[in-house]
């Protein structure tokens, strides 16, 4: 598994890590991922599994690194404080990795939620800020609202979809902010070799020796300040997945699968 930089931070985050929205898998996929160095695991107040990361998690969490979020409905002070008090119950440890405010939320001052979420990091409960689905000119407006460094912006990318390679990877890229890519691989792989003209996912998959799941995820973390964090019920998948790090595809394969968009 390569390691890249948490944005400035200098904390090291695996290239893949291990979603978990609408995970059912138990213990063991998840488990199967740490002990291969995926230990970034992605959750949510919103999915109903920070529980079952609790208990993958449990007796080894010094080891993972816990993402999770606090949903719009929540972006008020004290609600902000009180998801992340309910989210640290739930996962059973005292402190998150990392917490991201999960959507935009217009209707409430981006500066009272920042206040909280500075608050979080002031009280030992949170390492680092983050945000997921936010543009660029929205993380501008958050950054100006925080004495903390936000560190990274969850967005859609996969060879799928690529609309964040417009402006929000190069601003991230440019701003010292990763960007972590969710549903790297668009739900099902027959999604993106839908999306891609015939044949070139199959052709790269080939003459790298992978899979067409492991040329799809190391794609996406291709540019230095990407990670991805495919979700699996399954540790087969999960060792597939995890494999899809500490190798990079050539210039020649990655401008075939540009051209096939
Ligand atoms: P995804 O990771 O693109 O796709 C998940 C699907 O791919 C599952 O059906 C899974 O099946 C399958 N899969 C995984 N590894 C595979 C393999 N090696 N071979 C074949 N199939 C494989 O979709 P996602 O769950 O939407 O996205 C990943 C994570 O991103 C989420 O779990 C969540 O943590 C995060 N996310 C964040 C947001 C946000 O707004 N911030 C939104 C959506 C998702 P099995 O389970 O059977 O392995």
């Known amino acids: 598994m390569e390691y890249v930089e948490l944005g400035k931070t200098g904390v ?3 290239e893949i890590g291990l979603g978990t929205w609408g995970y059912t898998g138990g213990v063991e996929p998840l488990q199967t991922g740490i002990s291969l160095g995926a230990s970034l695991i992605d959750t949510a ?9 609790g208990e993958a998690i449990l007796h080894m969490r010094d080891r993972v690194f816990i993402a999770t979020k606090v ?14 008090e309910n989210s640290l119950k739930r ?8 917490y991201q405010l999960h959507w935009p939320n217009p209707a409430i001052p981006i500066e009272e939620t ?6 979080l990091v002031s009280d030992g409960k949170i390492r680092f800020i983050g945000v997921s689905n936010f543009s660029v000119a929205q993380i501008e407006e958050a950054q100006a609202a925080t004495e903390n460094k936000i560190v990274s912006n969850q967005v859609r990318y996969s060879l799928a979809d690529r609309a964040v390679e417009k402006d929000v990877i190069p601003y991230c890229r440019d701003s010292g902010v990763t960007v972590i890519a969710y549903t790297p691989l668009a739900r099902g792989i027959g999604n993106i070799k839908a999306k891609l003209s015939h044949g070139a996912l199959e ?3 080939q003459a790298t020796g992978k899979t067409e799941v492991q040329v799809a995820l190391n794609w996406c973390t291709t540019e230095a300040n990407v990670v991805a964090i495919p979700k699996s019920d ?4 999960t060792r597939e997945n995890c494999d899809a790090s500490g190798w990079r595809l050539s210039p020649e394969q990655l401008g075939l699968l540009a051209e096939a968009r």
């Open 45 to 53: 107040e919103a999915y109903g599994t920070e529980g079952a990361v």
């Open 12 to 14: 090291r985050i695996p």
């Open 114 to 119: 920042m206040a909280a979420m500075d608050q």
């Open 71 to 84: 949903s719009p409905s929540h972006f008020k002070h004290d609600e902000v404080i009180s998801a992340a």
């Open 203 to 205: 052709t790269v998959a």
């Open 234 to 237: 399954s540790s087969d998948h």
């Open 91 to 98: 996962l059973g440890t005292d402190y998150l990795d990392l």
